[in-house]
């Protein structure tokens, strides 16, 4: 099993910043890719970005939604089994519960994923 574990949310005023991480422990060895998702109030879970690395722990793919291209940009800290998501130029459609997720493939959907966070609330006002 993986444990993951989402922080970073909170309050932002439009146009600001934020960076959420998500912490993975227990057999993280086994897992390649992550992903970002949110789901806002009264809608589905969508997708928001995801990357790919390798067993030596090296990056070689990110992919993101439309709606966040040139603002999102996830990345990874091996060192550290964290995944990150820099979020800049926020909007009130940006808020949302963002949940991380992982797995052996990378993808936009949600069953590309074996494991998911809880969670965590960004709430970004106008």
């Known amino acids: 099993q993986v444990q993951l574990v989402e922080s970073g949310g909170g309050l932002v005023q439009a146009g600001g910043s934020l960076r959420l991480s998500c912490a993975a422990s227990g057999r993280s060895l086994s897992v390649y890719a992550a992903g970002w998702f949110r789901r806002s109030p009264g809608k589905e879970r969508e997708f928001v970005a995801a990357i790919r690395w390798s067993a030596l722990g090296t990056t070689f793919g990110t992919t993101y939604a439309d709606s966040v291209k040139g603002r999102f940009t996830i990345s990874r800290l091996n060192a550290e089994n964290t995944v990150y998501l820099q979020m800049n130029s926020l909007k009130p459609e940006d808020t949302a519960v963002y949940y991380c997720?992982?797995?052996?493939?990378?993808?936009?959907?949600?069953?590309?994923?074996?494991?998911w966070g809880q969670g965590t609330q960004v709430t970004v006002s106008s």
């Open positions: 997720a992982a797995g052996r493939r990378i993808g936009s959907q949600k069953d590309a994923y074996d494991y």
